[in-house]
């Protein structure tokens, strides 16, 4: 039987001698591995559609739960993402991120325009590619059920100012008397910076490396997952 789905490559495997298995995020299935074969032989046709960032409509065949990936018409392979190398790590911050979150066979349209708005402002704007790094973060980690909690003091809801402590274990955000044993301070700015992204603002690109580093500590403490692509980017902005 034959399947149609629009979806992006968000890694794979080298399979045999010249096939590979891939991730294909996809808008109507979620997460699926495919077959793909003969991809490694010089001059092979599909060759483009087992490529990371490979955004396309794919066509399947399909035996029970096996793919095997038959054709694909490229619909972006933001190809000039390796021009960059900020822009290349900043984008494979986010196919990591899915990589990782995106369990198999859970469909989230969320998550998936936000993967492709992401990739398309990191590869396509002239904004700071932080900006859009930092916006899908926090974004994305609300519909795995992560969120960060913006709302004020996580305890007494006043409004932060001066002086704010992160606690990972709520994701909140806390005020100088009600912070918990497991809070650390954060810098007032870094806070700003990730209500300034969330709400449209402008924001510095200092604080916006400050806001990845959080988030990083973030996603380390409690989903308790790596995402070395982004410790590579903070080494990279020489900063971690
Ligand atoms: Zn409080």
Same mark, same amino acid.
Request: glycine fraction near 8%; hydrophobic fraction near 40%.
């Given at each position: 039987?034959?399947?149609?789905?629009? !979806?992006?490559?968000? !890694? %794979?495997?080298?399979? !045999?001698?010249?096939?590979?298995?891939?991730?294909?995020?996809?808008?109507?299935?979620?997460?699926?591995?495919?077959?793909?074969?003969?991809?490694?032989?010089? !001059?092979?046709?599909?060759?483009?559609?087992?490529?990371?960032?490979?955004?396309? @409509?794919?066509?399947?065949?399909?035996?029970?739960?096996?793919?095997?990936?038959? %054709?694909?018409?490229?619909?972006?392979?933001?190809?000039?993402? #390796?021009?960059?190398?900020?822009? &290349?790590?900043?984008?494979?911050v986010?196919?990591?991120f899915?990589?990782?979150?995106?369990?198999?066979? /859970?469909?989230?349209?969320?998550?998936?325009?936000?993967? /492709?708005?992401?990739?398309?402002?990191?590869?396509?704007?002239?904004?700071?590619?932080?900006?859009?790094l930092v916006k899908f973060l926090v974004l994305a980690l @609300?519909?795995?059920?992560?969120?960060?909690?913006?709302?004020?003091? &996580?305890?007494? %809801?006043?409004?932060?100012?001066?002086?704010?402590?992160?606690?990972?274990?709520?994701?909140?955000?806390?005020?100088?008397?009600?912070?918990?044993?497991?809070? #650390?301070?954060?810098?007032?700015?870094?806070?700003?910076?990730?209500? %300034?992204?969330?709400?449209?603002?402008?924001?510095?690109?200092?604080?916006?490396?400050?806001?990845l580093?959080?988030i990083?500590?973030?996603v380390?403490?409690?989903?308790?997952?790596?995402?070395?692509?982004l410790?590579?980017?903070?080494?990279?902005?020489?900063?971690?």
């Amino acid at each position: 039987m034959e399947e149609k789905l629009s !979806g992006i490559v968000v !890694g %794979g495997v080298n399979y !045999g001698e010249s096939d590979k298995i891939l991730n294909i995020f996809t808008l109507e299935q979620g997460m699926v591995s495919a077959k793909i074969k003969g991809v490694k032989k010089a !001059g092979a046709k599909l060759k483009f559609a087992s490529e990371p960032f490979c955004f396309a @409509e794919y066509v399947f065949s399909k035996s029970g739960d096996r793919r095997t990936v038959i %054709g694909a018409s490229l619909i972006d392979s933001f190809y000039s993402l #390796r021009e960059d190398v900020y822009k &290349f790590y900043a984008g494979s911050v986010v196919l990591e991120f899915v990589r990782k979150f995106q369990k198999e066979n /859970i469909v989230s349209e969320k998550l998936f325009n936000l993967t /492709i708005e992401a990739l398309k402002d990191i590869t396509y704007t002239d904004a700071d590619y932080k900006y859009s790094l930092v916006k899908f973060l926090v974004l994305a980690l @609300e519909e795995i059920g992560y969120a960060l909690d913006f709302t004020g003091c &996580f305890e007494c %809801g006043c409004k932060l100012k001066d002086r704010v402590f992160f606690d990972y274990n709520f994701g909140g955000f806390f005020c100088d008397e009600c912070k918990t044993d497991h809070c #650390r301070e954060i810098n007032f700015s870094t806070y700003q910076s990730l209500l %300034g992204v969330i709400n449209g603002e402008q924001v510095l690109s200092n604080n916006l490396v400050k806001c990845l580093r959080l988030i990083n500590f973030y996603v380390e403490n409690k989903p308790e997952e790596k995402i070395k692509t982004l410790t590579e980017l903070l080494n990279l902005l020489n900063i971690v």
